[in-house]
């Protein structure tokens, strides 16, 4: 999201150990990110599933960053945010997909997964003013909070709250877009059923990214993956 709700920013004292770990690694691992390749080629392959990043350098390269601030190689063949606020999008359009990605926070970390808009062309008001954002946001606002699709529909919070998974460990989407319609499923459990009618806004065909919020949000991604879908 663009506007982060008022709410408390925890500090280091009030993290699980294991978002200590997480944060610990991160910090490690920024500065050797530029010279290391980690070794990702075992991932396990999904039946046709194309792999968009798999934690190597080269897949990211594939990507192409629009605003300020990077997404650098972390640890477990991830990617994490860091700085500014940007759109890191895959330049190809896909029209009927899934989509699956696995993320973490580490603290009250803001992210999200962007669908269904042009090339950015430079802008990265392209993906809010023209697509959709599957948020990632701790924020108890149903409408801008992990799950919704970004002030259009909320979350099923009950079911959000039942499926997400803490500070510092993965949680999973599974992003169907079909039909004008997006369904996502977070750690297999169905979150948000949303119906596009936003002329201005078309799912037949578009990109998707990765939104880099800013320069205090560090949002890990890795495992990402898509199954073009056949009419």
């Known amino acids: 999201m663009l506007r ?3 709410h408390r920013r925890r500090g280091l004292r009030d993290l ?3 978002a200590l770990a997480l944060l610990a690694v991160t910090v490690t691992l920024s500065a050797c990110a530029a ?3 980690p070794d990702c080629a075992d991932r396990a392959e999904e039946p046709g599933y194309r792999v968009l990043f798999d934690g190597s350098r080269s897949s990211l390269e594939q990507w192409q960053m629009t605003g300020p601030g990077t997404f650098e190689l972390s640890s477990g063949c991830s990617m994490v945010t860091s700085g500014g606020m ?3 999008w895959y330049p190809e359009e896909f029209e009927d997909y899934i989509l699956t990605l696995d ?6 970390d803001n992210s999200g997964v962007f669908v269904g808009f042009p ?3 430079g ?3 392209t993906a809010v003013n023209h697509g959709y954002e599957i948020q990632i946001d701790p924020s108890d606002s149903p409408e801008r909070t992990t799950g919704s699709i970004y002030t259009f529909q909320g979350a099923d919070i009950q079911a959000r709250d039942q499926a997400v998974n803490p500070p510092g460990e993965w949680n999973s989407y599974r992003i169907i877009v079909r039909d004008g319609r997006i369904q996502v499923d977070l750690n297999g459990t169905l979150v948000n059923d949303f119906t596009s009618d936003d002329p201005g806004r078309d799912l037949s065909s578009g990109r998707i990214g990765l939104q880099n919020h800013g320069e205090h949000d560090a949002v890990h991604f890795r495992n990402v993956r898509i199954l073009e879908l056949t009419s």
Not at 103 to 108: G, K, L, P, S
């Open 103 to 108: 993320w973490a926070i580490t603290d009250d």
């Open 35 to 37: 010279t290391e390749e």
């Open 119 to 121: 090339d950015p062309e």
């Open 16 to 18: 699980s150990g294991a």
């Open 86 to 88: 940007g759109l890191l």
């Open 4 to 6: 982060r709700p008022q």
């Open 123 to 125: 802008d990265v008001w």
